[in-house]
C-alpha cells in the first residue's frame, strides 16, 4: 500500500466545511428523497462518517501513547486524554449502526415520493 500524503489543515477545514454546508441544506427542509443520498454517503457501514472517525480518534491515541512513552512522557494527563481518545472513537464507531436505519428510510414510501 502506498504511503498517503499527510492531509494539510485546509484540507480537513474543507471536509468540516462540506459537513457544515450539509448541516444548512438540511435547514432548508429538503424532502426525505433528497436526503437519502447524502445519509447513505455520510452513514455508509464502511466507509461514513462514523467508521472514518472511530478510525482517526482510535489512531490519534496510538499515536499519542506511542509518542509519550517514547519520550517518556507518560502522565496521568497523557492517560486521561488517551482513555478520552479512545472512548470517543468507539462512541463513534457505534453510530455506523445507524446505515440500518438509512436502509429502512430507503425501503418506506418517501424514495417513492421524491
Do not use: C
Not at 96 to 110: I, K, M, Y
Amino acid at each position: 500500500m502506498p504511503n498517503p500524503s499527510a492531509p494539510s489543515a485546509d484540507d480537513v477545514a474543507q471536509a468540516t466545511a462540506t459537513l457544515t454546508q450539509i448541516q444548512n441544506y438540511l435547514h432548508t427542509d429538503p424532502s426525505v428523497a433528497d436526503l437519502l443520498p447524502l445519509l447513505t454517503e455520510l452513514l455508509d457501514e464502511d466507509t461514513g462518517v462514523p467508521i472514518l472517525l472511530g478510525d482517526i480518534l482510535r489512531n490519534a491515541a496510538r499515536l499519542v501513547a506511542q509518542e509519550a512513552k517514547e519520550e517518556k512522557e507518560e502522565s496521568d494527563k497523557i492517560h486521561l486524554i488517551v482513555a478520552g481518545l479512545r472512548e470517543a472513537a468507539q462512541d463513534a464507531t457505534d453510530w455506523h449502526v445507524l446505515h440500518w436505519d438509512v436502509q429502512r428510510l430507503r425501503d418506506t414510501a418517501f424514495e417513492a415520493v421524491g
